[in-house]
Every structure is written in structure tokens, then in C-alpha cells.
């Protein structure tokens, strides 16, 4: 029996998650954690809501409320939303428990007295305006990389650049927009460049086990050469430094990590089975972003604490795209889990279906009901309805088989499936595993079709091969669809949970049943459901690009504002909001999206003389080109088109 720790990367408590965070950690980690539980081996599966991110802080500050508030709200919500989708944690909690708190602060005074913590100053961002030292996200600027004009102190979400407040060009507090000034404060500091060659030793060693991006990610990072890397902070919403310091507190990318290991401190008595036993294995489910934390610094505390198992694996993602763009909570742009109006399980069968194991992918709403249409209902549901109905209609629900029944080709058939997708789980392939038993469902369907029992005068035989393979499905499709496959298992007449069963037993055939009148595993998605989904996504995208499109006077001025000339207009599909606009400019004829489809008709613009800014960075909206924006004024909620007085050469500059 193996001893398995499943572990998440901790979102923080600041909004909602969604559809990306649990395609990229939490679902690979719950078919694993599912997968191991049926072969029989001992796991825990732990992680939960990071409360202490200055993310949580700054929203707190702009909503009126205390960091506990705002984050307990969200804990909740995400709690919830993660359970509500299947995710079998054996413990999901917080980073604000007594025992998280003793746990971070024991590595804390642990890794100082050793030696590997240290007082030094630094300079830091310092707003006048606000009276206090500002961290990562308290300050924003310019991106020294993309030059991207909205990037965070922690991090660019245009290019993914992970950065650091001093490091932002034209740098303002994010509270007051005042210009910070650079001031020293005294830190602790872990010495993370002390651990580079022992890394470097440990890592090598994982090259055949681990994913080329987290292997290739990490010796990058330490050829570079390591780091010291400050751990405190200069706020009071956070873990408390040891012995108290005023205004500081522990920084959340060190306390955030320890969690894994106070989880299971929470979980059970017997924790120490899984971080001080060797023979235990560490599995650590996240994003690509979050490969330095969990590859190289966490390695180097628990090198330096000494005595508690260093990972066994770090699986990261690639990035999950919505619409062909990145999921971004600070620009609204996702699909929130708690808002998600469909079947459990058909989301988690798409989002393994495209998981991004090796590179971005992307999820739409329209490859969702295909999945489910074309896959769920008419490949699997269909196999598995029309062979329990046909048991119903021709043998009175009752299998009492022969041994001499039993299928060869059928059980080889099986046998192979069950062994293959076990083995594809295990190193971490649920794409590939997902197919596998996809298949399984299909051959099941051809040698229905074959056997055809429905003209046969004794049909029993065919039928209970067939069912064989329904009882395998119901097993293995277990970690992927929870819900679906227990519902099944019973359908065919147990009475207790298919998440009890061993792996092993997916391989054996039924010996004697009585099945239930079968019920329908997955409902057909209509068009007008996505329609929906769409259309709300389309919205959102909208706010956020009218967000981001205001401008100052002092930009406004440097805008090419010209008259254009509408050439033609036609409403894009799946939108009831957007037109797409061809216009004459002067010089050339581009292309915008514009929100007027409910107040005018495309037929009446064309020929019509407007205003455009022309100098605008192309953008894509619904999934069509927008190369400048047409200017209305905003009447009760009503675009008016700003136009000029009288007809005017196409082309004209707006000063």
C-alpha cells in the first residue's frame, strides 16, 4: 500500500474561482486522488483558500471591509464551489487556523535558528499620500517587459511576467494614484542562493518523472543563480513574525506554501505517515506560474527545516484560455465555478478532455455542448441506455449468467482498458486516460451492433457481455465523473458506492444482478443554454473593454480621432449586443465591433458619416477583429452616435 499526499495550490480568498484554477490543479488532482483511494492505497488529498494575499488586503481596502471579511466571505464560496463540482478533498481549510499560524511560525523560528533567516534592509515603494509602505499589489506602473500600462507590483497579466514593484516604470499607488518614493525597511530574509547546488543535485534526479516545463522551468531559474528572498512584510494582515514585530507580519508566498504541511497537521494525528515516512509520495497539483514556489523555494525551507519529505512530484499546468484569451480575475474575464449552470459531471468530462497538461488550450462554450452532445449522450449514454433498456425489454432486468457466457474477446477487451487507463492516471496522462475509457464505450457499441441480440431468439449472452462492460464503465469512469458512475453502479444493482470499489474489480464479471429501470446519465445542451452562456461572457467582455478604454485628457488629446464613413453593418452571431462595422476612415477602410445592435439596425447605418478613434491597439471582441471604436454618448443607457454637424469630407482629423 502506497502512503499518497494529494496537495492544490492554495487561490486566494479575493473572488470566486473558476473554470481555469480547477482545470489546472484541482480536477487533475481529484482524478489522481479518486484513481488512488480504488487501488486501495492510503490518501489525503489537502489544500484551501489562501487568506492573507495582499490581493485580499487591497479589495478589502476598496470594499469597505476588514481582510478576515472579505476573505472568510470567499473561503465560503469557494469551499462550496469546489465541493458542488466533486472535488474529494480530505480536508479543504484556511490559512487562518491556530494551527496553520503555529505551524508557519515553527518553520519560521526553525529555519532562523539554523541559519537560513536573516535581517537586512531593502528598499521598498513608500506612498507619502497614504502614510505607509506599499506592497506588491498596492502599487502599479508600467511593465518593464511589455509596456503593458496596468501591470501589477507582483505580476504583468498581459505578458505573465512575474515582477517586483521597484522594477515598474511610471510606478503609482494603486489606493491613492500618487507617485510612490523609494524607502528602506528592515526584513527577514531566507537564503535561498545558500540551496542552489543542493537543488540543482535534487532536481537532476527528477528528470525522467517530471514534466519537461516544470524540469526545464527550474534549472533555468537556477543556473540563473539564486536569490535571497525577503519573507516579511511590511502589513499586519498575515501570519505574526515570532516574537512580534509592529506592522509586519509573515510574507503570503512563504506562509501559503507551509500549508500543504499544517493541512495534514489538521487532518489527521498520523500526519507525520506522510512527510516523515520516505517511502511516502508527495504529489503537488498547480498552475505554470506557480513552479518556482513549489520546485525551488519550498524545496530549499524544508532542505533547511530537515527531516520532512521534499516532493515527490510537481505537476504543473500550461494555461487553461477562455475564448482564446487568459483567465484573469483582476479583468473579470472567466467563467466562475459557483455560476456554472450545467451538469457536474460534463464539465469535468470537457475540461479533462482539453486539460492543459503540456500546452495552453483554450475552452468555449460551443466545444463544451459538443463534447456533450456528440460524446457524453451519444457515444456513452446512448451505449449504456440502450443496453439496460434492452435488458429491461427482453430478459425482465435479470442477469443469472453461465460461466460459458462470458465473452474471451469481450473480457481482454476489458482487462486491457482497465489496466491501461490505471497506468495512464498514474503517470499523470488524464487526457489520454479519459480517451481510453471513452473507447471502451465505443467498442461496446460496435459489438452491440454486431451482435445484434434484439433479432436473436436468446439474447442473454450478448447482453451480459454488454453489461460487463457497463459495470467496467461504471468503475473507471469513477474519477473522472463521481456522480454519473455511482448513479450507474446502482443502476445495475448495488446498493453501495462505486467510490468504495477496487480498481481491480472493474476487470471482474457480473456474476448475478437485477438492474434498475435506467435513467438518462447526461441530458442533450440546446443551443439556447450556450446562446446564454455566450451572450453573458460577450457582456462581460464588453465592461471590461470599456474599462480598460478609459482614457485620461491627456491621452485623449493624442487620439486620431477622425469622420468615418459606414460602409456596411451586419449583427455578429450569438450576440444580441454587437454589430460589426465596416467604415471608410480616408485612407483605408477597417473594421470595428460596436454595442448598438438593440438600438440600431445595421441596414440604417450604412452610408452614415460618424466619429472614430483610428490609432487604438487592435483588439478582438466576440471573436471578431476591432481595429479603432466608434464614438456615441451615453442617453438613459442609450448609445447616440456622435457625428458631424453636416456632411463632411470622409476621413476629416477631430481636433
Known sequence: MRKILVTTAWPYGNGPIHLGHFAGMVLPADIFAR?????????????????????????????????????????????????????????????????????????????????????????????????????????????????????????????????????????YCSLCNATPIEKQSEHHFLKLSTFNEELKKWISEKEDEWKPNVINFTKQWLEDGLEDRPITRDMEWGVPIPGGEEGKSIYVWFDAVIGYLSATKEYTDKWREFWEDEEAETYYFIGKDNIPFHAIIWPAMLMGYQNLNLPHCVSANEFLNLEGRQFSTSRNWAVWLNEVPFDPDAIRYHLTSIMPENKDSNFTWEGFQTKNNEELVSTYGNYVHRVLTLIQNELNGEIKPKETEIDPEVQQKIKETVEKTGKQIDNREFKKALETVISLSAYGNTYLNKKEPWKSDNPKKTLYNCLNIVKTLSIITAPFMPNSANQLWQTIGNKDTVHKQKWSNAKKPIKETKIDKPKTLFKKIEDKEIEKQINKLGSEKMEEKKEQEKISFEKFQQMDIRVAKIKKAEKIEGSDKLLKIKADIGNEERQFVAGLAKTHQPKELIGKQVIAITNLEEAEIFGEKSEGMILAADQNNKPILLKPEKETETGTPIK
Not at 472568510?72 to 499560524?101: C, P, R, V
Not at 502614510?131 to 505580476?155: K, S
Open 35 to 171: 484513481y488512488h483511494r480504488m487501488k486501495g492505497n492510503k490518501v489525503a488529498m489537502v489544500s484551501g483558500t489562501d487568506m492573507h494575499g495582499t490581493p485580499i488586503s487591497l479589495k478589502a481596502e476598496q470594499e469597505g471591509m476588514t481582510p478576515k471579511q472579505l476573505s472568510e466571505k470567499y473561503h465560503k464560496i469557494i469551499k462550496k464551489s469546489l465541493m458542488d463540482l466533486g472535488a474529494s478533498y480530505e480536508l479543504y481549510t484556511k490559512t487562518t487556523t491556530e494551527n496553520h499560524y503555529e505551524t508557519t511560525q515553527d518553520m519560521f523560528s526553525t529555519l532562523k535558528k539554523k541559519g537560513h533567516i536573516y535581517k537586512d534592509s531593502m528598499d521598498l515603494f513608500y506612498c507619502p499620500e497614504c502614510d505607509r509602505f506599499l506592497p506588491d499589489r498596492y502599487v502599479e506602473g508600467v511593465c518593464p517587459h511589455c509596456n503593458e500600462e496596468q501591470a501589477r507590483g507582483d505580476q504583468c497579466d498581459e505578458c505573465g511576467m512575474t515582477l517586483d514593484p521597484i522594477d515598474l516604470k511610471k510606478p
